[in-house]
């Protein structure tokens, strides 16, 4: 059981460039979302999705796009990297609440770490 | 913005003895959780206490909750090196119904051998 796996473990971008970091759990899991973790700042939710097709706004949106059309995969995409980008970023995946499975217990994948030149 | 702030920020102990960490949170919440993350790695979720839970234990680790005083506490008794981590507060803003969980800044535990 692999759980919530992220790719790429580390990324180097200079400012202006896009890319996507991709999130994939194989729990089915209907709730998926993105973190991101600064010094100091704890963990600050991006944004989630609670089932293929619907996704919403965390506390930090801007600069970044998602979509879910898999139950499976939730990736993450920065459309214009900027320097106040750079980060640690965790995908993260729980039961949906209702399913006769849920806990409420957050799994975490083991984090990309981007960082922004 | 934060809903759960730990304190301390940072603590440091002898293995062997107990580390208490707490937790202050704004809002009512139906549960309030805590995960530990060791360096360079993801959150790994301990233990889920419910708003009509005062107290609740798994193996070293004690959790109590006061709804009337907005706070809960992590006890881990009997230290060891291997509990050196970073350790977070984490709430569903809004009470039921919510998705989103918002974590505290952590209490970073070192735990000296």
Redesign the interface.
């Known amino acids: 059981n692999a759980g919530v796996t992220q790719t790429p473990k580390f990324q180097v971008l200079k400012t202006g460039q896009s890319m996507t970091l991709q999130c994939a759990q194989d729990m089915n899991h209907e709730y998926m979302s993105w973190y991101r973790q600064d010094p100091g700042m704890g963990l600050r939710l991006i944004h989630y999705s609670v089932g293929a097709g619907i996704t919403d706004q965390g506390e930090v949106p801007n600069g970044y796009n998602v979509s879910r059309s898999t139950t499976e995969d939730f990736p993450l995409r920065l459309l214009s990297a900027a320097p106040s980008q750079t980060s640690v970023y965790f995908c993260a995946s729980r039961e949906i609440q209702g399913a006769p499975t849920h806990t409420g217990e957050l799994f975490f994948g083991e984090g990309s770490r981007l960082t922004v030149l | 913005?934060?809903q759960g702030e730990e304190d301390p920020q940072a603590l440091s102990i002898q293995e062997g003895e107990n580390a208490t960490m707490n937790c202050s949170y704004k809002t009512s919440i139906n549960?309030l959780?805590w995960?530990r993350q060791n360096s360079?790695?993801?959150?790994?979720?301990l233990i889920?206490i419910r708003s009509n839970e005062r107290e609740k234990h798994s193996g070293r680790l004690r959790v109590t909750l006061d709804t009337s005083k907005k706070s809960s506490s992590l006890l881990i008794t009997a230290s060891r090196a291997a509990d050196t981590a970073s350790y977070?507060c984490?709430t569903?803003p809004g009470g039921a119904?919510s998705?989103?969980?918002?974590?505290?800044?952590?209490t970073k535990l070192s735990v000296i051998p």
């Not at chain 2, 360079?40 to 979720?45: A, T």
């Not at chain 2, 989103?100 to 952590?106: D, H, P």
């Open positions: 913005s934060q549960n959780q995960y360079g790695r993801g959150l790994v979720h889920l977070f984490a569903p119904g998705y989103q969980l918002t974590f505290g800044k952590g």
